[in-house]
């Protein structure tokens, strides 16, 4: 389990605004960010990949971790869609005590895919910017 940094306000910002631009979305916006926090589960090969994602399909209730969406990049028919990375996102909504509630997402993936995915991650930013200095 890797533990990744908590989504800056910043982005959240820009998040908003692109969901407001491309429209389609119910209010609030903000309700659509799915990853305000983020880890990843890095699994030695497809099979454990499966065992993960059921696992906390169907024991994540009970750890106050229920599964409220799955986007599945393995079943993409298009690699250039994803830029040929590969990985099962699971969000979850945690209620804690008091009134903390917030939906986290984990992104379960192959260990080997671990490198390639930060290289991506900087193509990634490259192409979401609206402007040369958002990079």
């Known amino acids: 389990l890797v533990a990744g940094p908590v989504k800056t306000q910043t982005r959240m910002g820009e998040k908003i605004k692109g969901y407001a631009a491309e429209g389609g979305?119910?209010?609030?916006?903000a309700a659509h960010i799915?990853?305000?926090?983020?880890?990843?589960?890095?699994c030695a090969g497809p099979a454990e990949i499966l065992r993960c994602a059921t696992a906390l399909l169907h024991h994540g209730p009970r750890f106050r971790l229920p599964v409220c969406r799955v986007k599945n990049k393995f079943a993409s028919?298009?690699?250039?869609?994803t830029d040929g990375y590969r990985d099962l996102l699971v969000c979850v909504h945690y209620v804690g005590p008091g009134a903390l509630s917030?939906?986290?997402e984990i992104q379960i993936l192959d260990r080997r895919q671990q490198a390639f995915k930060h290289k991506m991650h900087k193509l990634y930013?490259?192409?979401r910017a609206h402007a040369p200095g958002l990079i």
Do not use: F, M, T
Not at 25 to 29: F, M, S
Not at 34 to 42: E, Q
């Open 125 to 127: 930013k490259v192409k």
């Open 34 to 42: 799915l990853d305000p926090v983020r880890a990843s589960v890095l």
């Open 102 to 104: 917030i939906i986290g």
């Open 77 to 81: 028919p298009d690699a250039a869609e």
């Open 25 to 29: 979305k119910r209010p609030p916006l």
